[in-house]
């Protein structure tokens, strides 16, 4: 049999950890097949996994890549809990210590202790009084969640929508989010910064996702018109200090992959929306140029 050190050396294994689409329906990850061809022309050997398949022995892996996971809000609880137990059998990226950390947003408040600047968010556990604001447009969602699900802005005059929405957070057992709509998002779009390795790899805008009036518990549009972006050096330099802000090991290659979302703030000034370190879209289909850094990147760290 051959020994996991020979496997290693030779053509490493590594999952690709995604969710199961519902039957009938394509995987809405895009860049998951690109990826598994890139690693598997490098020399890899890639396989597509789901996260909540019983039958996957994750210890045959010499790496575990989380990936498109996107079901994981609603199942927070169960996936921190997976992450943990893959991590006992063979190497996770990104580590377990990172994704039980990265799901709660209530890491917004550790970011700005840390001098780093972020959208301003209160939080309103089940049980808190609802302390909305009055005299401006804001957006109530809640801590564990993905794509704009659950999330909503609200003008001062819809208060008492907003009351239902925080109440029926509550009901699910959820912190909710309070936090002013920066207007920046309607002009200059949301931007995310990729790094991989440990570099930065490449940037993406999009527009507003939260339409006025739209419901919390509506489908929204998590991306849209997408398009390539460059950076300024002010989100650059933001997006670093962000992450050197992340708690993890001593291990300094701890973050095989890494999102960084920045907006406008009320001063013209980016501001970091959130961090992406579980299972964010890497957008390669803009940046096909990142795929072999990326295949070549994940190579490196299950050897």
Not at 208 to 215: F, K, S, Y
Not at 230 to 255: F, I, K, M, N
Not at 257 to 270: C, Q, S, T
């Amino acid at each position: 049999m051959e020994s996991a050190v020979a496997r290693t050396a030779a053509r490493p294994r590594i999952a690709l950890a995604t969710y199961r689409p519902e039957e009938g329906t394509p995987s809405a990850d895009q860049d998951l097949p690109v990826l598994r061809e890139a690693l598997e022309t490098a020399g890899a050997r890639a396989e597509i996994t789901h996260w909540d398949d019983p039958a996957v022995d994750w210890a045959d892996f010499d790496l575990v890549v989380i990936r498109s996971t996107w079901d994981y809000s609603w199942r927070a609880e169960e996936f921190v809990a997976w992450a943990e137990r893959v991590a006992k059998l063979t190497r996770l990226a990104n580590p377990a210590a990172v994704v039980r950390w990265n799901t709660d947003k209530r890491y917004l408040g550790e970011l700005a202790a840390a001098g780093v600047a972020t959208v301003p968010t209160r939080y309103l556990a089940p049980g808190d009084p609802a302390d909305l604001p009055d005299g401006h447009e804001y957006v109530v969602k809640p801590t564990s969640g993905a794509g704009a699900r659950l999330a909503a802005r609200y003008r001062p005059e819809e208060r008492e929508t907003a009351r239902r929405h925080l109440a029926g957070l509550h009901e699910k057992g959820l912190t909710a989010m309070v936090q002013p709509y920066l207007r920046g998002v309607d002009t200059s779009g949301e931007r995310a910064l990729q790094f991989f390795g440990g570099r930065f790899l490449h940037a993406a805008r999009k527009g507003a996702v939260l339409e006025p009036g739209t419901a919390y518990d509506a489908e929204k549009i998590p991306h849209p018109r997408l398009e390539a972006w460059r950076p300024t050096p002010a989100e650059l330099a933001l997006a670093e200090r962000a992450l050197a802000a992340v708690p993890h090991g001593p291990d300094e290659d701890a973050l095989l992959y890494a999102r960084v979302d920045v907006v406008d703030g009320d001063d013209g000034l980016p501001c970091v929306m959130e961090l992406e370190l579980v299972e964010p879209n890497l957008f390669l289909r803009l940046h096909p140029e990142s795929v072999p850094v990326v295949a070549e990147a994940v190579i490196r760290a299950a050897r």
